[in-house]
Nanobody, 123 residues
């Protein structure tokens, strides 16, 4: 499956963005979809995930209550609504797809990645 992320930009602290990731070339509904992010000089970190059937979502503690992940299997897209942005949320955000159960926060288990979309937050 090929993934294409978009929606990043330069915003002020407290603003919102909607990141989107479109998929092609695979059976989208078979994949658990996850957003990761990587800030300069830091390791890639888990942000949020939605199960293949859409019934389960899990968030990193740092974004819980502010970010919302959702999927639309009819459109082969997964979105990440990012609200109340903080300077520490600034990073390149990546969408990733996996069919491997368990260890949802481990980026090594994701075979398919989008190219990333940059979120910059000014204070």
């Amino acid at each position: 499956v090929q993934l294409q992320a978009c929606g990043g930009g330069l915003v002020q602290a407290g603003d919102s963005l909607r990141l989107s990731c479109s998929a092609s070339g695979g059976t989208f509904s078979a994949y658990r979809m996850t957003w990761f992010r990587q800030a300069p000089g830091k390791e890639r970190e888990f942000v949020a995930t939605v199960s293949a059937n859409g019934a389960m979502t899990i968030y990193a503690d740092s974004v819980s209550g502010r970010f919302i992940i959702s999927r639309d299997d009819a459109k082969n897209t997964v979105a990440l609504q990012v609200n109340s942005l903080k300077p520490e949320d600034a990073a390149v955000y990546y969408c990733a797809a996996s069919t491997i159960p368990g260890a949802i926060r481990d980026s090594r288990l994701y075979a398919y990645w989008g190219q990333g979309t940059l979120v910059t937050v000014s204070s």
